[in-house]
């Protein structure tokens, strides 16, 4: 089964800095999708980004942008000029395009950022 | 507005009772799961459901019970054989797409035993 593994339980950035989060994953798989969830206080979850495995070019959107490197099975997220509205857990998360009902998580990177 | 509806915020189980999560999506979605989470171990999977009548045991099913006789609604039952209930629970939706697109959550149940 593939694996998602998050080694920065927690993180901290100074306001309007740049912070990289790190996730990594095992599959065998060669077609997958990649997700950065956001969960603030409120325990909503709420996607950031998505990444389609068969794409090179990194997703961005607005202040957060990844790194894929699919040889090294590695997936990080850049928060550009952090806010404190950006303080919550991060989880990644893989998705098979083969079996789409395993979404696996990773443990989350709590985000703090400090004004 | 779409979306997903869990209920209650917060549930209280007693020893030896079984408690039900409820988990409604007005998004005409086929796929539902629900998610356990617990501190510092993400979010696992308990039981997923592609079609009415039918669902599917994930990750950390013992203990646990769906039914899914509506499209609408995925109920979890935590029973009296789950000995370490207390966690988080989050139900998803998602529409069928070959895993490309994300799944939609509801603001979850926080489950306590007294």
């Known amino acids: 089964a593939q694996t998602v593994t998050q080694s920065q339980p927690e993180m901290s950035v100074q306001e309007a800095e740049t912070v990289t989060l790190s996730c990594t994953y095992d599959t065998s798989e060669s077609d997958y999708y990649l997700f950065w969830y956001k969960q603030p206080p409120s325990r909503q979850m709420i996607l950031v980004i998505r990444?389609?495995?068969?794409?090179?070019q990194n997703a961005t959107e607005n202040r957060f942008s990844v790194n894929f490197q699919k040889a090294a099975k590695s997936f990080s997220l850049k928060i550009s000029d952090s806010q404190l509205g950006d303080a919550a857990m991060y989880f990644c998360a893989y998705r098979s395009v083969y079996n789409n009902n395993d979404m696996r998580f990773g443990a989350g990177t709590r985000l703090t950022v400090k004004p | 507005d779409g979306g997903i509806t869990q209920s209650p915020k917060y549930l209280f189980r007693k020893e030896g009772q079984n408690v039900t999560l409820s988990c409604e999506q007005n998004l005409n979605h086929d796929a539902m799961y629900w998610y356990r989470q617990d501190p510092g171990q993400g979010l696992r999977l308990i039981y997923y459901s592609q079609i009415v009548n039918d669902f599917q045991k994930g990750d950390i099913a013992e203990g646990y019970s769906v039914s899914r006789e509506k499209k609408e609604s995925f109920p979890l039952t935590v029973t009296s054989a789950q000995k370490n209930p207390t966690a988080f629970y989050l139900c998803?939706?998602?529409?069928?797409?070959?895993?490309?697109?994300?799944?939609?959550f509801g603001s979850g149940t926080q489950l306590s035993v007294l």
């Open positions: 998803a939706s998602s529409p069928p797409s070959g895993g490309r697109e994300k799944l939609f």
């Open positions: 990444q389609e495995a068969y794409k090179q």
